[in-house]
């Protein structure tokens, strides 16, 4: 595609219940990142993929949140027993390669935890 | 935690003055890089400075690196409205990360017209 795509654009949702965020990258993207963007506040970095290295899990808050990319398509960030505090946006991002090179965002995925 | 500070938090200018954020790091970095916000919604990127640089120009954007001061700035000529947006610095190469980006907490800038 034309740029990054995420979906769904929000999601409200129970506190207890398990969401699933998806990302479609740029075509061709071998790195893929998710971070986090709670009201007024900057980015928080999550997780980052890179080719088929292991993934770069040290920003997940808890065991509550995982991440999954097949090959260099699609990701996939769920969170379970979701809690109020997860509400915020979550942004995916690509980038050609990952060496800190430009990334492009997607709209990013608005959720609110009731 | 986050590693890049911008300053101001908030700037409120009138179209056609210049805007300038400033942006912090702590740690070395192999190359600072600017973003806008609109809405709270995706970021874009706006220019990538590398730290053997020291000066970079793209249209109405100028970005300086100072990398003894650990510190850059950005500054937009004649600013429109549709310039407001916050603004974000992100450092690459933060002790040894192999990807990610540290992202301060943006600067929000306003231009009224």
């Known amino acids: 595609g034309a740029g990054v795509s995420q979906s769904p654009s929000n999601k409200v949702t129970e506190k207890g219940k398990d969401v699933e965020l998806r990302c479609d990258p740029i075509?061709?993207?071998?790195?893929l990142y998710w971070y986090r963007q709670r009201l007024g506040q900057g980015l928080e970095f999550l997780i980052y993929f890179q080719g088929n290295s292991a993934p770069d899990k040290s920003g997940l808050p808890s065991d509550r949140f995982s991440a999954e990319r097949t090959g260099e398509s699609v990701s996939t960030l769920t969170i379970q027993r979701t809690q109020q505090e997860d509400s915020a946006v979550y942004l995916c991002?690509?980038?050609?390669?990952?060496?800190?090179?430009?990334?492009?965002f997607g709209p990013g995925t608005r959720l609110l935890v009731l | 935690s986050q590693q890049g500070e911008e300053d101001p938090q908030a700037l409120s200018i009138q179209e056609g003055e210049n805007a300038t954020m400033n942006c912090s790091y702590k740690t070395s970095i192999n190359n600072l890089q600017w973003y806008r916000q609109n809405s709270g919604r995706g970021l874009v990127h706006l220019i990538l400075i590398r730290s053997n640089e020291r000066e970079k120009h793209s249209g109405r954007l100028r970005v300086t690196l100072d990398t003894s001061k650990k510190s850059s700035s950005l500054l937009i000529t004649a600013s429109r409205a549709a310039d407001t947006a916050s603004y974000f610095c992100a450092g690459g190469g933060y002790g040894g990360s192999q990807g990610n980006l540290i992202f301060g907490k943006g600067t929000k800038l306003s231009v009224k017209p």
């Open positions: 075509s061709g993207h071998t790195a």
């Open positions: 991002a690509s980038s050609l390669d990952g060496n800190q090179e430009t990334q492009y």
